[in-house]
């Protein structure tokens, strides 16, 4: 018989992982695979607030990296620094002003995740949200092959890019808020970036790339929970060492 | 703030761009520039690198901010910048297939449109990466013209491909304005090019330095205005 509690945790990672291979797809052609660093760093005060007064994480990380996007375009109008260099400067002051209110036996908790607390409510919730993410993942991700490709002959071709980047930076927001649950703020950049490498190497075509990306994510989030329950190592660290087996399994049938 | 392209009704002209000044980042790239465009014209830009040739085509789409005027009388314009796909070609594992579905176009006009460029159906599943440039070449232009466009903006559409690529591209994009009845708004350093296709010339380096049919505008005089050194001149037969 499963335990309960682990049936929850595969639900979710499963699903997170699915939605966050699936855009990391999109990420890894927008040569964006590594913001998904400094953006699961940026809600780590967001962490260290709902740890402290008891409320969801993903709530927390959502409001802040509302916020910190906030600071980071009005920086850019007032100082026209490149946005590299101001979400560099946002980042690593949330880190460094999380670690001044951060209680120390939560520190674990906030950097590599924890999924010891999942309760149906919060595991229904995220399975939701991640269908629904993927969903609008699905409804843009032509279009935003299309941007990719050549922004100019998208704006020739009469696409609304401001629309199509906006939806895809709401769905990036969500899936970096949903994938700390599983991984913490620190190790955010794996959960996108290492399915949509694997699936980059095993497909032939944009349709096995793109759901390639989500079936590696979510088969990896499956083998994480495993490996979690029998050798009894942290979930996060789990679900990305998984994730690069199956990357360097994809290395060896890598396809042309 | 991009500026609303106007477009006129009921004209024999394609295109009229009155004063058009761009900027960009406090430099002036294109300043006070006018010409017009007949429907069924080949227009040809030319200029030396940083001109603003691209700018201006860019302008044109209104992919880009600008000053003046330009009024469009066309029903469906496509474009094809320099190099850009030929460069972006790796990103994604893209099919033949993948790349027309960016444009929702069903399989038996995908095969219209391979076959109108001398390409084989057998392509259709294979990778763009795995294309020669040659026949990525052609596939840009076929994906360019498979939503039937009557007017074509191409910004050095042979750029790095050999002297007999160029001329088959140049044969196809001509084969089409013909059948097509097409007006073509071409970007090119080749002056050969500009004899053996164009109806009207402009020469740009910032500004309109000349504008007409090849024989009035391309004198030699114009010609070391506009790249600051002789350049040779030579007639096509086109000219007479």
């Known amino acids: 018989?499963?335990?309960?509690?682990?049936?929850?945790?595969?639900?979710?990672?499963?699903?997170?992982?699915?939605?966050?291979?699936?855009?990391?797809?999109?990420?890894?052609?927008?040569?964006?695979?590594?913001?998904?660093?400094?953006?699961?760093?940026?809600?780590?005060?967001?962490?260290?607030?709902?740890?402290?007064?008891?409320?969801?994480?993903?709530?927390?990380?959502?409001?802040?990296?509302?916020?910190?996007?906030?600071?980071?375009?009005?920086?850019?109008?007032?100082?026209?620094?490149?946005?590299?260099?101001?979400t560099a400067i946002v980042f690593t002051s949330?880190?460094?002003?999380?670690?001044?209110?951060?209680?120390?036996?939560?520190?674990?908790?906030?950097?590599?995740?924890?999924?010891?607390?999942?309760?149906?409510?919060?595991t229904t919730l995220s399975v939701l949200l991640s269908i629904a993410v993927f969903f609008l993942v699905k409804k843009i991700y032509k279009k935003m092959v299309f941007i990719t490709f050549s922004e100019d002959i998208a704006k020739s071709e009469k696409i609304n890019i401001d629309k199509y980047n906006l939806i895809y930076l709401i769905a990036v927001a969500l899936v970096i808020g949903l994938g700390i649950r599983i991984v913490g703020s620190l190790l955010t950049a794996a959960i996108v970036a290492i399915p949509a490498a694997t699936s980059r190497n095993l497909s032939i075509n944009l349709k096995q790339y793109a759901y390639g990306g989500a079936i590696a994510g979510g088969l990896a989030g499956l083998l994480g929970i495993v490996i979690f329950q029998h050798f009894s190592i942290s979930a996060g660290p789990a679900v990305i060492i998984s994730s690069t087996g199956l990357f360097l399994f994809s290395t060896v049938f890598k396809r042309t | 703030m991009f500026k609303k392209i106007i477009t006129m009704e009921n004209n024999h002209l394609a295109l009229r761009v009155k004063n058009l000044t761009v900027e960009l980042n406090n430099q002036k790239i294109i300043e006070d520039l006018s010409f017009e465009v007949k429907k069924g014209e080949t227009l040809v830009v030319l200029g030396p690198n940083g001109a603003g040739k691209t700018t201006?085509?860019?302008?044109?789409?209104?992919?880009?901010?600008?000053?003046?005027?330009?009024?469009?009388?066309?029903?469906?314009?496509?474009?094809?910048?320099?190099?850009?796909?030929?460069?972006?070609?790796?990103?994604?594992?893209?099919?033949?297939?993948?790349?027309?579905?960016?444009?929702?176009?069903?399989?038996?006009?995908?095969?219209?449109?391979?076959?109108?460029?001398?390409?084989?159906?057998?392509?259709?599943?294979?990778?763009?990466?795995?294309?020669?440039?040659?026949?990525?070449?052609?596939?840009?232009?076929?994906?360019?013209?498979?939503?039937n466009p009557d007017t074509l903006l191409f910004d050095e559409p042979t750029s790095g491909i050999d002297i007999g690529g160029t001329e088959t591209i140049y044969s196809l994009l001509h084969e089409f304005w013909e059948k097509q009845k097409l007006t073509i708004i071409l970007v090119t350093h080749d002056l050969s090019v500009v004899w053996e296709h164009a109806d009207n010339v402009i020469c740009l380096n910032k500004t309109g330095l000349c504008y007409g049919t090849p024989s009035v505008a391309l004198t030699t005089e114009n010609l070391k205005q506009l790249y600051g050194v002789g350049v040779k001149y030579y007639k096509h037969k086109r000219d007479g």
């Open chain 1, 94 to 122: 949330s880190v460094a002003v999380a670690f001044l209110y951060l209680p120390d036996e939560e520190v674990e908790q906030a950097l590599i995740g924890d999924i010891s607390q999942l309760t149906l409510i919060t």
């Open chain 2, 56 to 147: 201006l085509l860019r302008a044109l789409l209104g992919i880009i901010p600008y000053k003046g005027e330009v009024i469009w009388s066309v029903k469906n314009t496509s474009y094809l910048p320099p190099n850009e796909l030929m460069q972006r070609k790796e990103i994604l594992p893209l099919t033949v297939e993948d790349f027309y579905s960016l444009k929702e176009i069903g399989k038996e006009k995908i095969f219209q449109s391979l076959k109108s460029v001398g390409l084989e159906e057998s392509l259709f599943k294979k990778r763009i990466a795995n294309l020669s440039t040659g026949q990525f070449q052609r596939l840009g232009i076929a994906w360019s013209l498979v939503d």
């Open chain 1, 1 to 86: 018989m499963v335990d309960e509690k682990i049936l929850l945790a595969i639900l979710m990672t499963t699903s997170i992982g699915a939605v966050a291979g699936y855009l990391g797809t999109l990420m890894l052609s927008k040569r964006m695979s590594l913001v998904g660093g400094p953006l699961g760093h940026l809600t780590l005060p967001g962490i260290t607030i709902a740890l402290l007064y008891g409320f969801d994480v993903s709530i927390g990380a959502f409001i802040m990296l509302t916020l910190a996007i906030i600071l980071i375009w009005l920086f850019e109008k007032r100082t026209k620094l490149p946005l590299e260099t101001l």
